[in-house]
């Protein structure tokens, strides 16, 4: 086993005023900081030869610090991707994509209101996970910061201009909208139209719609997670396998770590790339796992149009409007210049309105 440890010091508050050494295992970190201020955060981390980190620190901020370092040495352009993804900005830095697919995705976060959810959802978070959320975003600045400033061209999206700092509240949403389920649905959404626009609806593949509507009937979902009590195991001990069928590849790939806080955690596992902490793993008392379930997260509803008006429609004999939200998208043209395009989102009483085949 090959080890070597890291510090990290960051010299100021601010994300990219960042400095730090590397030491090896005959000698002690070197932590160097100014007269006028104590560093911010600080981690100790052993990577073994396979490359999985070994990360130790006194607080949840120099935790998430470390973690967010070694995440983005590893992954800085997935883990980029998918926060541009979950902001609703493939289309300002990529442009609309191949079959609009950048485009729906932005409408769908933007029309949905996700962003306002994200800011809402990190204002509420306590105190000890906002500092992990922070912590990771300025380790992945400080690496990203580093790397710019070597000059190499080591990862994949080296030069774009989408691979950018983070906050705290876009590493948040990343992992928020990983829990959502209608973003999935954008492409049924794009496509939902009162019947004068239905040729609007060819913006979006038949694969896209495809793919979109198998997310309300939970096609394509799958995953195992089987516990083994003592009584059944060689060893006589518990045993817990997960097998959640998330891929190998891309943004939403599993990133391996053991954290470390003395005296208060001390868990191995693994969590998506770009959100930390460990989602499935264990420590020294218990392991735990996800797995998908069979429940409807989604429930479609047929509505019945009034006579002569597809913006209206009955509800108890009474008649309801349909109301149309205006999405403003900023899109990237093929002349690097950026425009805003606009679309509309349908909602009922029952949430938005889809197309159905």
């Known amino acids: 086993?090959?080890?070597?440890?890291?510090?990290?010091?960051?010299?100021?508050?601010?994300?990219?005023?960042?400095?730090?050494?590397?030491?090896?295992?005959?000698?002690?970190?070197v932590q160097e900081q100014s007269a006028e201020q104590a560093p911010k955060y600080?981690?100790?981390?052993?990577?073994?030869?396979?490359?999985?980190?070994?990360?130790?620190?006194?607080?949840?901020?120099?935790?998430?610090?470390?973690?967010?370092?070694?995440?983005?040495?590893?992954?800085?352009?997935?883990?980029?991707?998918?926060?541009?993804?979950?902001?609703?900005?493939?289309?300002?830095?990529?442009?609309?994509?191949?079959?609009?697919?950048?485009?729906?995705?932005?409408?769908?976060?933007?029309?949905?209101?996700?962003?306002?959810?994200?800011?809402?959802?990190?204002?509420?978070?306590?105190?000890?996970?906002?500092?992990?959320?922070?912590?990771?975003?300025?380790?992945?600045?400080?690496?990203l910061s580093e790397y710019i400033a070597s000059g190499e061209e080591t990862h994949w999206c080296h030069g774009e201009t989408w691979v950018q700092p983070l906050s705290g509240r876009d590493v948040f949403a990343r992992g928020r909208y990983t829990s959502e389920t209608l973003p999935r649905l954008g492409a049924a959404l794009f496509a939902a139209k009162p019947p004068a626009g239905e040729q609007e609806a060819k913006l979006v593949s038949e694969e896209m719609l495809e793919v979109s509507l198998d997310t309300i009937g939970?096609?394509?979902?799958?995953?195992?997670?089987?516990?083994?009590?003592?009584?059944?195991?060689?060893?006589?001990?518990?045993?817990?396998?997960?097998?959640?069928?998330?891929?190998?590849?891309?943004?939403?790939?599993?990133?391996?770590?053991?954290?470390?806080?003395?005296?208060?955690m001390d868990a191995y596992g693994v969590s998506l790339l770009g959100i930390p902490g460990v989602l499935i793993g264990f420590n020294k008392d218990v392991g735990w796992s996800h797995t998908v379930s069979d429940s409807h997260r989604l429930v479609p509803y047929a509505l019945t149009l009034a006579e002569g008006d597809p913006l209206t429609y009955l509800l108890d004999g009474e008649e309801q409007a349909i109301e149309a939200r205006e999405v403003t998208i900023p899109v990237k043209g093929e002349d690097g210049g950026v425009t805003e395009q606009t679309a509309i989102m349908y909602f009922s009483h029952q949430g938005p309105m889809v197309v159905l085949p």
Request: aromatic share 12%.
């Open 1 to 29: 086993m090959v080890n070597k440890r890291i510090s990290f010091i960051a010299g100021t508050a601010y994300l990219l005023s960042l400095a730090g050494c590397v030491a090896t295992d005959t000698a002690e970190p």
């Open 42 to 143: 600080s981690a100790e981390i052993t990577e073994t030869e396979f490359g999985i980190p070994h990360i130790v620190a006194a607080d949840y901020g120099s935790l998430g610090f470390g973690e967010g370092y070694m995440a983005a040495s590893d992954h800085v352009c997935n883990i980029s991707h998918i926060v541009i993804r979950a902001k609703g900005e493939l289309s300002l830095h990529l442009g609309p994509g191949e079959d609009n697919k950048n485009l729906v995705s932005d409408y769908a976060v933007r029309g949905l209101g996700m962003l306002e959810r994200y800011e809402a959802g990190y204002e509420k978070q306590p105190g000890n996970f906002r500092d992990l959320l922070d912590g990771y975003a300025a380790g992945f600045n400080k690496y």
């Open 218 to 264: 939970q096609r394509g979902f799958g995953s195992n997670a089987w516990a083994i009590g003592s009584e059944e195991s060689e060893t006589g001990g518990g045993l817990l396998l997960a097998n959640p069928h998330y891929p190998w590849f891309g943004s939403n790939r599993f990133w391996e770590k053991h954290l470390t806080i003395p005296g208060e």
